[in-house]
């Protein structure tokens, strides 16, 4: 049984930067792709950034890619993301998400993946 398990988030100022992590777990996810969204009260599901287990390939937000960036450490089992100059709006909901599909042009669709951790909260303060 596939489980991810999101960590790192928490309260930062504006203009700080925070690193989440997610530890994956119960599969073989050479071949998945792996996500993180956001999502704040009364939204959709946003996508931020994306990743290749096997190549490494990324693909991010275009409103994101300047700020927050993906990476992964195979030997781990872990996909982090780090988030610099962190805004107020930023605050919310994160998640970690696995694609059993693998990587391809819809990645960046939440609908694209089986599986979700339990998110972490990220607030920033003015």
């Known amino acids: 049984q596939v489980q991810l398990v999101e960590s790192g988030g928490g309260l930062v100022q504006a203009g700080g930067s925070l690193r989440l992590s997610c530890k994956a777990s119960?599969?073989?996810?050479?071949?998945?792709?792996m996500g993180w969204f956001r999502q704040a009260p009364g939204k959709e599901r946003e996508f931020v950034s994306a990743?290749?287990?096997?190549?490494?390939?990324?693909y991010p937000a275009d409103s994101m890619k300047a700020r927050f960036t993906i990476s992964r450490d195979n030997a781990k089992n872990t996909v982090c993301v780090q988030l610099n100059s962190l805004k107020p709006a930023d605050t919310t909901v994160y998640y970690c998400?696995?694609?059993?599909?693998?990587w391809g042009p819809g990645v960046g669709n939440r609908h694209e993946y089986d599986y979700w951790g339990q998110g972490t909260q990220v607030t920033v303060s003015s």
């Open positions: 998400a696995a694609a059993a599909g693998g």
């Open positions: 119960g599969g073989t996810f050479s071949n998945y792709a």
């Open positions: 990743i290749s287990w096997s190549s490494g390939n990324r």
